[in-house]
């Protein structure tokens, strides 16, 4: 039997580092390439001012997954901060897992001025995953929680 | 409480089209804070600006938020909107409701309920902005141009001649570069040691210019207008002051047995050498790893015979360091390494030969007095095969070649096969060719000519093998893709057109001046097509190859490109600073030094502070402070800060949370 | 030993070399040492204390002790010497002002599992070959070492001191230890399991700040979790999502910090296995960056303050291990 169900829309959050991968999501809209609109973008400096804190925090009030952007290995503007972020997030990433949060909510990807396209296939292709994966309930703070 | 304006823009129908921006800014007008929240056709035109203008007067406001296109486009503009009425430009922040709201959604519900969010996330930011105050901080000026090769050259001229002091740093002992080592150019075929010793001279003679040849850049620091820089002068064991160039020591020097580097290792030279007979500075060097007296104590030669008293064996490098407010990087190129290239027998047969050493076989300076003979047997060559695209436009796989075009190769290949046929009309001469490139003045005529009045022979296809002979003939095996046949060629001479790369002091450079490069090393511009002389590093510029190979004409005319910028710089009294920069919290810092690892800038230092405690005692701290004249606002430090002491202006810690939770509530 | 200990602090003291001695004090019962400092030979004789019982690591007491005047002896077994160096490294301590003697350590007794053995009115414990002596009210019990070592003695990872300026005893070896078995378990285990063992363990938290107050990498002039404009300060803990920040972002802050002495684990008065969140990180810091030990030296760059160009992505957590 098949009960109606309201489509679920996962909250996506997704910092993009002011150089490259900000620029490749203005691209992607420049280019009119679609991606859901639960995809809400924070302009950050640099992948590396990424604080594991603002990923926590994400989850804590209700984001379905979290999604970080920056720059090519070897293309940051500030010349390392990616290589930073890259251990940052993978240990973070790994710990979330340890602890069973679902892998799929967490992602790091690279992303190019150039990449518009590439930027718009990330965003639909996380949302998909997201969406699949249903509810952040392992991270949510229950008091946060929207009504 | 902040007093905050929304600002909701239609970009005509760009925004309005699939956002409605009435119901945007009505939706904005309750969130906690914000006193008037109204919508216009294009905020950014003028009258957009004097609404925006208005309200802050009329509402005393004391944050805007702009919910219009990417920040990337407008931010800058709506920053000097605020500041003209008289409010903070860092109180300004900007909705992207366009780039990443309008132009992909296409439900209007949809692309609305977004934007609302992004409207909100930008208020719950604004809330906690700060009034910020650039800073300024003074221009040193005087520029430093990195390589001294036409590029360095006609860069020092230019900013020279407008008056400020240049210092050219050259790692060879003589400037010139590669068009010192070039016969003719195209496609005028002027000669190049014409053009350019005379340009050599006047950078020498210049009251404005001083060139430090011989040299290399041991180490950066500073930022845009403040560099310090510490410059290696290699020993020549020859007193730069007291030698006259005479030539006399290296006439005498018994050792004659070294590879002459000038015309690519195909004759010899002494220990003590002038590169070149127009050598700037016109001065000797001695080799230390081929000299005589260097290795063994014993000789003394050339101490004895010059009068001027110049040599002195026991010279040590040494160290200058010195202020600038510009650094221009003019590293140029190398053809690449051939020796991975046996399918061309390069490093079997000495008549494969690269294009730049043909350039030397011509040149009358050159091992053979300009006469063309083969390398092998000096010998007349009657068969010349030129290949093209050695080691340039290669698959990413084929890790020999490299991937882009060489852009020279085409234009000098046209130009050796027409002086060969000129000069030598008993020659048959053969050229290979993927395609042919002339997009350039008076390009394509030189090539045709080449073709047509010159009877040089181009076939479409590659090489597939050069095979030494018995006889001392190169076979050489190619495809005609046209005629679709297979090609057997006998060849006196194959001249090869490798491929060009930077020079390998450029990615340790850039890495001391924090400049970014592509994967092929060549030096990243600030935009690729409205910045192409500037670095993404402030205080950096591009000069010639190092940012792309290019023809002489394009290197001057970007050498002089990149003079501009930095007499633009240097014009300048003092450049105001970013001011969304770290700052540490000192009452929370441990002075651990987490943050002074991952600093890029070299922007964070520590000191030792006494401090109140809470109990009334003192005690002495170590704290970390930043610079904001270096500090460049990535943020690496504040996460690496446990305490989170270290925090960013403009992207601070509560600010982006204040940012996630609006999103996510 | 702890006669040893006493007579050569004395000496120190006498001689001038130090002012004041860093050490362990009785506590109200047997196997309830605390930290504390002596200034004078009467003090010592009356209240230092060592045995093994006396597991508190003193290195993180010389953030504060060393800003005091004169330099100050401490005794610091050899997980604790590892502490020191961190501390040295971070400048938190200022080892000039610290003068070292290191112990020799054949581990720690574990008095939950003395209890869980049986024991109750403990009075005191000494070692006598493989088995602990335990005083009791009821009488002396003897129990195999092994089997009431605290987790993070039988898991040691190094006897060998750090740094000292001399010692007692003797000083060991680094130890080819299996402390990342219980990881490596869970790590085996499904996304679920993980989730569950962790929500069991976690939810048992009370936020009273013991493994962070302890923790001698948690040093923080100012904690984030007690700066209100932190953003992540100590709210009620009335969600269990609260336990999960906190124990995630402390254990992130002391990543390629943490020299694994364990102190989290044993100050829990919940017994919540804190140290397996340190662990995990030192397990995936030597995989994917190469063998680090936070503490062997006092001047090599933390794994989280450097990169190399070809680090692994992210994406490796999905590559490994069970889904």
């Known amino acids: ?147 | 409480m902040q007093r905050i304006g929304v600002f909701v823009c239609w970009c005509g129908s760009n925004i309005a089209g699939t956002v409605d921006v009435h119901k945007v800014a009505e939706a904005l007008k309750s969130e906690p804070g914000v006193v008037i929240s109204t919508q216009y056709q294009y905020m950014c035109s003028e009258a957009g600006q004097t609404l925006i203008k208005d309200a802050i007067r009329d509402h005393k406001l004391t944050g805007i938020v702009v919910c219009s296109c990417s920040p990337r486009m407008h931010e800058a503009t709506f920053r000097k909107t605020a500041a003209a009425a008289g409010l903070n430009p860092y109180m300004v922040e900007i909705a992207n409701i366009r780039e990443q709201c309008s132009w992909i959604h296409k439900d209007m519900e949809v692309g609305t309920e977004k934007a609302i969010i992004l409207g909100r996330a930008a208020i719950a930011k604004v809330h906690l902005n700060a009034p910020l105050v650039a800073g300024e901080s003074p221009v040193v000026k005087r520029a430093l141009v990195i390589g001294g090769g036409i590029a360095g050259i006609q860069t020092a001229l230019d900013i020279a001649d407008a008056g400020f002091p240049v210092d050219i740093v050259e790692t060879k002992p003589t400037i010139g570069g590669k068009m010192a080592q070039i016969d003719k150019t195209f496609p005028t075929l002027d000669c190049a040691a014409c053009i350019l010793t005379p340009k050599m001279v006047d950078a020498a003679q210049h009251e404005k210019i001083n060139i430090y040849a011989y040299s290399e850049v041991a180490e950066v620091k500073g930022f845009v207008g403040n560099f310090s820089v510490k410059i290696k002068q290699k020993a020549r064991m020859v007193d730069t002051t007291k030698c006259t160039g005479c030539g006399l020591c290296v006439e005498k020097c018994p050792m004659k047995k070294v590879p002459n580097e000038f015309n690519l290792g195909m004759d010899k030279r002494s220990a003590i050498y002038i590169p070149f007979a127009q050598a700037v500075p016109k001065v000797a060097t001695i080799d230390p790893t081929a000299c005589i007296k260097m290795k063994t104590g014993k000789c003394g030669l050339c101490a004895t015979v010059c009068e001027a008293g110049a040599i002195d064996y026991t010279q040590q490098d040494s160290f200058i360091e010195e202020k600038y407010g510009a650094i221009v990087v003019a590293t140029g190129y190398n053809p690449i390494n051939l020796d991975k290239y046996d399918e061309f027998a390069y490093n079997q047969s000495p008549d494969v030969i690269t294009s730049l050493e043909f350039e030397r076989l011509t040149n009358a300076a050159g091992p053979t007095a300009g006469k063309l003979l083969r390398p092998s047997d000096g010998k007349h060559p009657h068969t010349l095969v030129f290949v093209q695209c050695v080691g340039s436009r290669c698959d990413v796989a084929n890790e020999k070649g490299k991937s882009y075009c060489s852009k020279i190769c085409c234009m000098y290949t046209a130009k050796h096969a027409m002086l060969c046929r000129e000069k030598y009309p008993d020659t048959d001469v053969y050229v290979f060719y993927i395609d042919v490139r002339t997009p350039g003045k008076n390009f394509d005529e030189f090539y045709r000519r080449a073709v047509e009045e010159y009877g040089v022979h181009y076939i479409k296809g590659m090489v597939g093998k050069v095979a030494p002979q018995a006889d001392g003939t190169l076979l050489v095996q190619g495809s005609d893709l046209i005629e679709g046949e297979q090609l057997k060629i006998k060849a006196d001479l194959v001249v090869l057109a490798a491929a060009i790369e930077p020079d390998k002091s450029a990615r340790p450079l850039a890495t001391m001046l924090t400049a970014s490069m592509d994967t092929n090393d060549f030096f990243t511009e600030a935009h690729p097509k409205l910045r192409p002389v500037e670095s993404p590093t402030a205080g950096v510029f591009l000069s010639g190859c190092c940012q792309g190979p290019k023809d002489i004409p394009e290197t001057v005319s970007q050498a002089s490109g990149a003079a501009a910028k930095v007499i633009g710089l240097l014009v300048k009294d003092s450049l105001t600073c970013n001011p969304c920069v770290a700052h540490s919290n000192e009452l929370m810092c441990n002075g651990c030094s987490a943050c002074e690892k991952v600093c890029p800038y070299g922007a964070i230092s520590y000191e030792d502070k006494e401090f109140r405690m809470p109990d009334r005692t003192t005690a002495i701290r170590r704290v970390a402070s930043v610079n904001p004249a270096v500090c460049q606002g990535c943020g690496a430090c504040t996460v690496a800060c446990p305490s989170g002491a270290m925090d960013l202006n403009g992207f601070s810690n509560s600010q982006i949370m204040a940012e996630v939770d609006a999103i996510c509530k | 030993m702890q006669e040893a200990m006493i007579k050569r602090a004395k000496e120190l003291l006498t001689d001038g070399t130090v002012n004041r001695v860093l050490g362990w004090q009785k506590g109200g019962v047997a196997y309830d040492a605390t930290p504390a400092v002596f200034d004078s030979a009467e003090a010592l004789e009356q209240g230092f204390v060592y045995d093994d019982f006396t597991a508190a690591n003193l290195s993180k007491y010389l953030v504060k002790e060393t800003k005091n005047e004169g330099k100050v002896l401490v005794f610091l077994k050899p997980c604790d010497t590892y502490s020191l160096n961190q501390l040295t490294k971070e400048h938190r301590v200022n080892r000039d002002n610290v003068y070292v003697i290191g112990v020799g350590c054949d581990g720690k007794a574990d008095v939950e599992k003395l209890r869980a053995q049986g024991m109750d009115g403990i009075l005191g414990i000494t070692a006598e070959g493989d088995n602990f002596v335990v005083e009791t009210l009821y009488g002396n019990k003897t129990v195999a070492k092994a089997d009431v070592l605290a987790e993070r003695c039988v898991v040691c990872k190094s006897r060998k001191l750090m740094t000292y300026d001399e010692i007692l005893g003797e000083d060991g070896e680094v130890i080819d230890s299996n402390r990342f078995d219980m990881v490596e378990q869970l790590e085996n285990m499904t996304s679920d399991q993980r989730y569950a063992f962790w929500q069991n363990e976690l939810s048992r938290c009370i936020r009273c700040n013991a493994c962070r107050n302890v923790c001698p990498a948690c040093t923080c002039e100012k904690c984030v979790f007690d700066n209100v404009n932190s953003g992540v300060a100590n709210t009620a803990a009335a969600d269990s999502f609260e336990e999960k920040l906190f124990h995630v972002i402390r254990a992130f802050h002391v990543a390629g910090r943490c020299t694994d002495c364990g102190e989290c684990s044993r100050v829990c008065p919940q017994g919540i296995p804190l140290h397996l969140l340190n662990r995990k990180f030192i397990k995936d810091i030597n995989e994917l960056y190469g063998e680090y030990q936070a503490g062997e030296d006092t001047d090599s760059r933390g794994p989280l303050t450097n990169f190399t160009y070809d680090d692994c992505e992210p994406s490796i957590v999905h590559e490994r291990g069970v889904e």
């Not at chain 1, 909510?105 to 396209?117: I, M």
């Open chain 1, 1 to 147: 039997m098949q009960v109606e169900k309201k489509e679920f829309k996962p909250t996506i959050v997704a910092f993009c580092c002011n150089w490259c991968s900000y620029a490749g999501a203005d691209l992607s809209g420049t280019n009119r390439l679609n991606y859901p609109a639960n995809v809400k973008i924070i302009r950050v400096p640099c992948s590396c001012r990424v604080n594991p804190m603002f990923v926590l925090r994400a989850f804590q009030r209700g984001a379905d997954g979290v999604i970080i952007c920056g720059c090519h290995p070897g293309d940051c503007h500030y010349t390392t901060g990616n290589y930073y972020a890259r251990r940052r997030m993978t240990l973070l990433f790994s710990m979330l897992d340890f602890l069973g949060i679902e892998r799929d909510r967490t992602r790091l990807e690279w992303v190019s001025a150039a990449e518009g396209a590439k930027f718009a296939a990330t965003m639909n292709d996380f949302v998909e995953t997201v969406t699949k994966l249903g509810e952040n309930k392992r991270l949510e703070d229950l008091r946060c929680k929207k009504q």
